[in-house]
């Protein structure tokens, strides 16, 4: 199939397909005659691994280093667990990093009228550098 076909059967654009190609995260297409790349079932295959793995918010290295266990048929499962809760943890900081931010705009938009008045404290909150990180280097403790 043509990288058109192969990006509707796998989720995947053709953009990223050849992004993917061009940082070896898939190998290289196999040619057509004209010079068209072209795909084998097994390649939508992970095409669509690569797709699962980020929507779950794996970065590209993790995924390629999924990829390989995935790949390796005599891969203790250990390794792919641990990668698994790495992720997690990863997870569960930016939850809390999200939360922060939530937390923050929460205060600021209470403490603002949204009236006619001119003052803001949501962007009296924006322009002060500190309000924000220091949020973020409290919840971090």
């Not at 043509?2 to 290289?28: C, F, Q, T, W």
């Not at 004209?34 to 290295?61: N, P, W």
Request: proline letters at 3%; one cysteine or more; hydrophobic letters at 40%.
């Amino acid at each position: 199939m043509n990288i058109g076909d192969a990006a509707s059967a796998s989720g995947v654009s053709a953009k990223m397909i050849r992004h993917y190609e061009e940082i070896g995260l898939i190998p290289a297409a196999s040619r057509s005659d004209s010079g068209y790349r072209t795909y084998a079932e097994r390649d939508v295959h992970l095409l669509r691994f690569i797709r699962q793995g980020r929507l779950l918010g794996f970065s590209m290295k993790q995924i390629a280093e999924l990829i390989g266990l995935w790949l390796d048929q005599s891969r203790p499962s250990s390794k792919v667990k641990q990668l698994a809760l790495t992720h997690i943890a990863e997870l569960d900081d930016k939850i809390k990093e999200l939360q922060a931010m939530k937390g923050t705009l929460e205060q600021l938009a209470c403490h603002c009228h949204g009236d006619a008045r001119p003052e803001c404290p949501i962007l009296d909150g924006l322009a002060k550098h500190s309000v924000l990180s220091q949020k973020f280097v409290e919840e971090k403790r």
